[in-house]
């Protein structure tokens, strides 16, 4: 019974230290100082590097839905323009 009670203890612990250590974490970002390094330092050359990365794929993606709405426009034309000769 008290191998169980040292194990439940330990990992008591062991999540107290983990809480302790978000809590200073936690801490650290709501300061103003840290929150620019953290945009200057990780955010902002992340996100560059995300755009450089996907800025293809987003202009083939444009470019598809471009193609796309013009063929449905020409589709939709054709249709009007059979409509009407049907009509006659």
């Known amino acids: 019974m008290s191998e ?4 439940l203890n330990s990992d008591n612990n062991f999540v107290n230290l983990i809480n302790e250590f978000i809590t200073e974490i ?3 970002f709501v300061k103003t100082d840290s929150k620019e390094k953290i945009r200057q330092d990780i955010v902002n050359p992340l996100l560059n590097i ?4 996907l800025y293809p794929y987003i202009c083939l ?9 013009i ?5 939709f034309i054709i249709l009007i323009i059979i409509y009407l000769n049907h009509k006659k």
């Open 71 to 75: 063929l449905s426009v020409l589709s």
């Open 26 to 28: 936690i801490k650290q």
């Open 4 to 7: 169980s009670n040292n194990v």
């Open 61 to 69: 993606l444009a470019i598809l839905m471009i193609v796309t709405l």
């Open 50 to 53: 995300l755009f450089k990365e």
